[in-house]
Each structure stands twice: as C-alpha cells, then as structure tokens.
C-alpha cells in the first residue's frame, strides 16, 4: 500500500463520513460544518486525480461562497434566539430501502462491468491548457456562462428583496 | 488490498450521489435539500474528472466540471432567494408545510 493509495483512502473516509454526518445529522448547522469537510475531501480528491485547477476552484467557489451563502440561508430563516436549530426528517425507511436499492445497483453495475482504461501518466499542470480551451473552443460556453451568472445575480436580488 | 484505480473513485462517487438522494427525500428543512443537490453535483463532478483522468479524452471532463461549479453557484444563489422568499411569506422552510400555491 504506497502514499497514493493511503492518501486516497484518507480522503474518500473524509468525504464520505462527513456527507453521512450531514445526512444524518439533525441540528442543520453541524450539517453545514460537516459539508465543509465533505467539499474539503473531493478537494482533495481532485488533486489525487490530477485536476488541480478545478480543485482550487472547488475551494474557493464551493468552500468560499457556496456553503457561506448556505449558511446565511440557514440563520435568515430561524430563530436565532433558539439555540438548537433542529430538522425534521420524513419517510426514513423507504427512503433507507430506496437508496440502498439503488447505491446498490449502481455499486454492483460499475464493480461488474470492465472499464476501458488507458495508463496514466504522470499528471501535468491543467491551467494553462484549461484557459486556452475556454477562450479558443469553448469561448461561447464561457461567455454564456458569464451570463447566466449575472442573470443569477439579478433575479437573486430582485426575488430576496421584492417587497411583500 | 488492491491499488486504486477508476473503480475506488467511482464507489466514492456514488456513495456520495446515494446520500444527496438521500437528504433531499428525508430532510423537511429546504436548505438540508439544498445541500443534498449539491453533493450530488460533487458527485457527479468526481465522475467527470475520474473519467477524465483514466480514459483519453483531453480536458473535456475538467471543462465539464468546472461548468457544473458555476451553475452550482448560480442556483444555490436562486434557490436562497426563494427559500428566503418563502421565509418571509409563510415563516417556515418546511418544504411539507408549504403547499399553497396561492394565498
């Protein structure tokens, strides 16, 4: 068992116990703490594959803005006074049995088929090459993509502030 | 123990896609199925760079990705504003108690 396979071992354990925690956790801000370390493991696991750019983006969009922005959202809308801020929770067993039903059937799907794979080198920088494909190949897919964020924009802040 | 390849990745992913599922069917409070849709997102992004790194695709699967972080953050800005709409309206983000669609 070499330093790769230890790290990915650490990483996945990080990712999927603290999504367990958030699933499973009745007091919603612990939920958002442990979605922070769930979105700190797939950092995590991005580096392992290679992917360093997204991983960066991975920390500041979804660690930086994302979960913050959840957390607004969680102390805009209770009590603040109330000190334990709970959850309820509906349809647990079929939701148990359902999902486990289909994680299995995915598990058993992708265990059982033979992927093509093909070696892997040792992995390069991606920013350079991830910038000239967005401003070469995929410039209308950036530039609609910057729209679609400053129509997010708008219509966010005309919706929360639309007076009742 | 074998040395990890696509599979271990895959089985990460998909664990993560059954637990989003799994928070938005259970939890009431609409921000818990917030998080939900967002580790599913992750999990699918996990998928595409996985992909990426063990097939022979370019960097199609790192685009992909990063595409799937910038709607992410748009419609997590979209949905708090709703939920914060609802708030205002109904005072609860109990997504079962919300069920009028007109006053």
Partial sequence: MNVY??????????????????????????????????????AGIYVLLGAD???????????????????????????????????????????????????????AALITSTWKTFPTEAPLPTTAALGTMLLQEYALVFELLGIILLI????????????? | MIEVGLNHFLVVSTLLFSMGIYAIVTRKNAIMVLMGVELILNSANINFIAFTRFGNFGLQGHLIALFVIVLAAAEAAI?????????????????????????
């Fill in chain 1, 5 to 42: 396979d230890f790290i990915f071992y650490l990483f996945a354990a990080i990712t999927v116990l603290s999504a367990f925690f958030v699933v499973t956790n009745r007091n919603i801000v612990y939920s958002a703490f442990f979605l922070l370390f769930t979105f700190f493991g797939v």
């Fill in chain 1, 53 to 107: 750019f997204v991983a960066i983006v991975q920390l500041i969009v979804y660690v930086g803005g994302i979960l913050i922005l959840l957390l607004f959202g969680v102390m805009l809308t209770n009590k603040i006074t109330n000190v334990e801020i709970k959850t309820g929770t509906i349809n647990i067993y079929p939701a148990v049995i359902g999902v486990g039903l289909l994680s299995g059937a995915l598990l």
């Fill in chain 1, 152 to 164: 997010a924009l708008i219509g966010a802040a005309s919706i929360a502030r639309r007076e009742a």
């Fill in chain 2, 79 to 103: 949905a708090l504003a709703i939920v914060l709409n609802i708030y205002k309206t109904l005072s609860t983000v109990n997504i079962d108690e919300v069920d009028s669609l007109k006053d």
